[in-house]
């Protein structure tokens, strides 16, 4: 009894330490952060972005530490990375590499685009503390084809990984980064460039055929102690083409899916979340759930749907295999009406097929 009360306190002074060596370690700028000066709207106070639809917090964060009861997780996955992509595909044609947690390879009309990358070994201010990875990148970094954008949901250090952006302006000068509002300034003081910030539904070609467009999430942004909701969290919406393409972040459950296919109707592929979604007292206004993922590829209309955010980093108390064990489950009960689902390997890519005219019910 004494020894798990020790070890619970350790871990909340794990997370306590992480918080403010990463302030110290970012030299200070967690204290400093940019923020976004623009008009009021209905989601940014004239400080703060906020959610459309806002969720009742049902417990704090020191809470969940002092309760938490993790799944269990494998320390070490020792595996061959998969088979270099293609260069390009043509235009009309869509293919899609699950290179590992929020990070997939989007293929389609002649453009490469990346979605949150991260190589790091921790998603966490400091190298030497946070998350760590328990398997290498399903592709390897060399092995990237040349990338023409990069597409950022928001802040939070597993989806914007400023070494891997990095990287890839080093091997790639042209690639350009799209987030949400906000984001521009603090990427620009950590010297990357051509950066662009999207409102909400805002849209930019990316190429005189397909648009990129910003779709609303839920969600919330922070980098440090006091800058909560200080740059925008967005999903997307790619479209050419091939189709429509939808890539959500992280997200909770929100009428944001239905909106989306009102706006540019059903998806030819989804990517959805599916963990770090327990325990879903705390983690349910910002974080899916498989169940709830499934239900969004419905709302989306989404022709084939490909899960991510889970077997990478343990970042919550769902177990490494708990996320893909549920989403099986929650499609099984469906029967026959199940949208389908490709749960695809760390590395593993696959040609979504052209969707006929006729839409998915
Ligand atoms: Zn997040
Ligand atoms: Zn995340």
Known sequence: MHS??????????????????GGVGMGGCIFSAPRWKGPVSDHFDGERFFNLEPREERGSFLKWQLERKPGAWTQWHDVAPGAPPPQ?????????????????????????????????????????????????????????????????SHNHYDHMDVATLRRLQERFPEVRLFAGLGNRAFLEGEGLRHVTELDWWQEVPLSPEVMLTSARTQHFSNRGLFDRGGALWTGYVLRGPHGATYFAGDTGWGRQFAEARERFGPMRLAVLPIGAYKPEWFMSPVHMSPGEAVRASEDLGAR??????????????????????????????????APEWWVLGFGEGRDVPRVSSAPPP
């Not at 798990?4 to 060596?21: P, Y």
């Open 304 to 337: 084939y749907s490909v899960p991510m955010h889970y077997g990478t980093f343990q970042l919550a108390d769902d177990g490494e295999d708990e996320p893909v064990e549920e989403l099986r489950r929650a499609l099984a009960e469906r029967g026959a009406q």
């Open 88 to 152: 390009r595909v043509g235009r009309g044609e869509l293919r899609v590499t699950f290179i590992n947690h929020a990070t997939v390879l989007l293929q389609f009309d002649g453009l490469n685009v990346l979605t949150d990358p991260i190589y790091s070994e921790r998603c966490s201010p400091v190298s030497f503390v946070g998350p760590k990875r328990v398997r290498p990148p399903g592709i390897r970094f060399e092995d990237l084809p040349p990338i023409d954008g990069v597409v950022l």
């Open 4 to 21: 798990r009360l020790v070890r619970r306190s350790l871990s909340v002074l794990g997370v306590l330490l992480l918080v403010t060596a």
